[in-house]
């Protein structure tokens, strides 16, 4: 884990210094000055940018940031963070861990319903329709489970990823447990930036050997991405908390809110280069 850099009375960095302390390039110190990742530099009587240590935590934490949330959501964070109160920046802060933590359980379950599939093959059909009544959802009770909106759920319905049963007269949505089964893995496919043809495909296939085997790669490939943003948050975590003490240190700012992550539903989802950004992505 990084040590917070210098202190009080070190002088003064060069735009050199700060690249080679933070591990980005000259140019890409002066982009994310530019993109408010860092505060503004101040400029000597010549013109030449001066830094402080605290520049480079703010760079340094950016960096395990853009790789656990994607450089969209970490600069919104860091700017939140050089402004909030301590309460506000922890609360954020935490947020992200809380984040990854679901996505890993996210990824888990859809591991537990792939298997649950597979194994489905050797059930009697008399105790499959016996699970199925006992543990149908609605589109609402889905839709909170999974963290999707309902909305969602029926889009997927429309490009034939879950199809629920139709019940009542008013033609309701009833999802039985097959087809829960099958929008977990659908939710973690989709969370781990697969298209819907790709998705589509590989549902298609589940109940074959390749199907499952592809779905089971993808979510083992899901399980590391989100270890190894986990282990850059928890590098970033000397440098982040410089960041806040910093801003603690400065007047007291206004009571603000931290704005809420950025949403992975669909329609209109972003990309997921927006959310699982490398350090290297500006």
């Known amino acids: 884990m990084n040590e917070p850099v210098g202190g009080p009375q070190q002088a003064p960095l060069r735009t050199a210094d700060v690249a080679r302390e933070s591990g980005y390039s000259v140019q890409q110190v002066r982009d994310l000055e530019r993109l408010g990742v860092i505060p503004p530099a101040t400029r000597s009587s010549n013109g030449y940018r001066s830094y402080a240590p605290p520049h480079v935590n703010a760079l340094r934490a950016y ?53 649950a599939i597979r194994a489905e093959a050797d059930t009697p ?14 589109i609402t009770e889905l839709s909170r489970a999974l963290g999707v909106r309902p909305s969602t759920l029926r889009f997927w319905e429309q490009e034939g990823l879950v199809t629920p049963e139709r019940v009542t007269s008013l033609r309701a949505r009833r999802y039985d447990l097959p087809a829960i089964r099958t929008a977990r893995i659908v939710t973690a496919l989709r969370s781990a930036g697969y298209g819907v043809p790709a998705v589509r495909e590989i549902v298609a ?52 809110s931290v704005p809420a992550p950025v949403s992975a539903e669909e329609p209109g989802r972003p990309s997921p280069n927006s959310r699982t950004g490398t350090a290297s992505s500006l």
């Open 125 to 138: 059909e008399w105790e499959q329709d016996s699970e199925r009544d006992s543990d149908a959802m609605t």
């Open 63 to 115: 960096r395990g940031l853009a790789g656990a949330v994607g450089p969209v959501v970490a600069r919104q964070l860091l700017a939140e963070l050089r402004t909030a109160t301590i309460t506000e920046a922890a609360s954020a802060i935490n947020e992200v861990h809380v984040r990854l933590a679901r996505e890993r359980e996210e990824a888990l379950r859809a591991q537990q319903a792939l298997h």
């Open 205 to 256: 296939s589940l109940r074959q050997l390749d199907g499952a085997e592809e779905a089971q790669r993808v979510l083992r490939e899901r399980l590391d991405r989100i270890a190894l943003r986990t282990v850059g948050l928890l590098h970033a975590g000397a440098d982040l908390a410089a960041v806040v003490t910093a801003a603690a240190a400065q007047e007291p700012a206004a009571v603000r």
